[in-house]
């Protein structure tokens, strides 16, 4: 059987860096076939070559048993081929509809056919519970909403090889089961998926067959049938992986971040989206907000980080009001956050990572003297982050971050965040995008943060990270909290239920509960 997409030792460098190293593998008409892989182990960059935005360095790429030359993504469209980015390829500006068509604008007589347009957006929209809304600008949607667009951009085109890079990343369970079902229902129309993923489970429910990679290299092919979450574990990373989060009982102290009935307006509607909530993060403990993606979670992290205005209620930090602080003094008050969007809110792209690293702290007198940085004490401070939490980079401490792999950009935000040493981090989707290994840490890394007396209030579309991480959950629907947990003693289908909406728990008024 010709192979639908085949490459026969395909190579690529960067400077510092070699991403693929004679990578030879094929995939099949039918079949989804996942590709797994540490941060930076080459797997983006694999599938960009598919997609036409690198060429190879060495080898080639055969599509359909013949020689392909893929000098833009304009020539992989032509060639059938669809991608869904990682990192979002939008225009900010634009809407969402005009996103999802552009460059493949239906016209007649030079005039583009925006109602014809629209209604197949809406039927595509509809046929695959898509949820978008065609007016609204991409700056003013959530990742989540951004991430759809992206596949419809892909179905919009009628694609036969679709790449999905990391599509999961940012969708709730429900709707990641709703995906897992649309892309059987492509490969039963004869599409070809390959997929890219860090979930271990996803594969196991979704792939026929997997290729790993590490540092470059192709680890080798495996049936999924044939194998398990520990062996391709072991096989991504090259040693065992503990899968579970081991911690003590938490033993909670003091009220370290305070909210009493805070209100704030949403961006998209008249209605708002956070309503009149209340609740406690204590010291010595993680305190979860689960909830489907757009119930509110983003504008409360904004609205606690300074991102974004309340229109009511308080917000304390270790007994400080801080409702109307600055995002710096926020900071200096001891708030670290890791955002949802780390392009848009983590990091500057053009700027080194060493640079990166010191975003909020190059004013402290250890990176500064008289006014001036201290750059040899940022590089020691960079260089050290780096090793301790397995950033990799092609040049370390110089790389620019937009060079980075997603994976390594999200590190180097947690390793920031945390090294702050504060009294609360706010960590929004800590381990998004991240391998089993890197996840394993980051996790040790929240745990020994509360064991260390810190409040960490983690948000999070996961929920075996909410269930395994978790010491009370708060779940929130159409911007109210409806329901506390003990991680102990409730189930995901529970908890699903009522983020959902479906049931609703009555928080309890008392203090140390809420």
């Known amino acids: 059987m ?26 099949y008409q039918g079949e989804i076939h996942a590709l797994l892989g540490e941060n930076g182990a080459g797997k983006s960059t694999l599938m960009n070559m598919i997609y036409g935005m690198y060429p190879p360095d060495e080898g080639e790429i055969y599509i359909s048993g013949q020689p392909a030359a893929l000098g833009n993504p304009m020539d992989a469209i032509a060639s059938g081929i669809g991608m869904v980015h990682q990192h979002f390829k939008l225009v900010e500006c634009f809407s969402v509809l005009d996103n999802i068509i552009l460059g493949a604008e239906p016209a007649r007589l030079g005039v583009i056919q925006r109602h014809e347009a629209r209604e197949k957006v809406l039927q595509l929209s509809k046929k695959y519970a898509l949820r978008v809304e065609p007016d609204a600008l991409i700056e003013d949607i959530s990742v989540g909403m951004q991430q759809r667009v992206e596949i419809l951009k892909m179905l919009y085109r009628d694609n036969e090889i679709l790449i999905f890079d990391e599509p999961t990343a940012v969708l709730t369970p429900q709707e990641i089961k709703e995906l897992m079902e649309i892309m059987r229902g492509f490969t039963r129309e004869g599409k070809s998926i390959l997929f890219i993923t860090h979930k271990l489970q996803e594969i196991m429910d979704v792939s026929d067959r997997v290729t790993v990679l590490r540092r470059g290299k192709c680890v080798g092919t495996v049936n999924t049938s044939e194998t398990t979450v520990e062996a391709l574990s072991a096989m991504m990373v090259g040693r065992p992986v503990n899968l579970k989060v081991e911690k003590a009982d938490t033993k909670p102290g003091g009220v370290v971040l305070g909210v009493a009935n805070l209100t704030v307006p949403s961006r998209l509607h008249k209605n708002n989206a956070v309503k009149n909530i209340s609740f406690n993060v204590r010291a010595g403990e993680i305190v979860c907000l689960a909830g489907i993606e757009g119930n509110g979670q983003n504008e409360l992290i904004y609205a606690l980080s300074g991102l974004e205005k309340q229109s009511a209620g308080t917000i304390t930090l270790c007994g400080r009001d801080i409702s109307t602080a600055s995002i710096r003094e926020r900071s200096r008050c001891g708030m670290s956050h890791i955002p949802a969007d780390r392009h848009k809110y983590g990091l500057v792209l053009d700027y080194t990572l060493e640079q990166n690293m010191v975003l909020q702290r190059y004013r402290e007198p250890e990176f500064q003297k008289n006014g001036f940085i201290q750059f040899d004490t940022v590089r020691k401070y960079s260089d050290r982050l780096i090793a301790q939490y397995d950033v990799r980079s092609g040049q370390g401490s110089s790389t620019v ?13 947690v390793a920031r965040e945390i090294d702050k040493n504060p009294e609360l981090l706010v960590a929004v989707q800590p381990t998004r995008g991240l391998d089993v290994g890197a996840i394993e840490y980051i996790h040790r890394q929240l745990v020994a943060q509360r064991d260390a007396g810190k409040a960490i209030l983690l948000v999070s579309l996961e929920l075996d990270e909410v269930m395994n991480v978790s010491d009370r959950i708060l779940v929130m629907y159409e911007g109210e909290l409806v329901g ?31």
């Not at 971050?401 to 935000?413: E, H, L, T």
């Open 484 to 514: 506390e947990f003990d991680p102990r003693t409730t189930t995901t289908d529970e908890l699903g239920l009522y983020m959902a909406g479906a049931k609703r728990r009555a928080l309890e008024e008392k203090g140390d509960a809420t």
């Open 401 to 413: 971050v937009r060079a980075m792999s997603g994976g390594n950009q999200q590190k180097a935000i």
């Open 2 to 27: 010709t192979p639908f997409v085949e490459l026969k030792g395909v190579s690529k460098v960067f400077p510092g860096i070699k991403a693929n190293d004679q990578i030879s593998c094929a995939f």
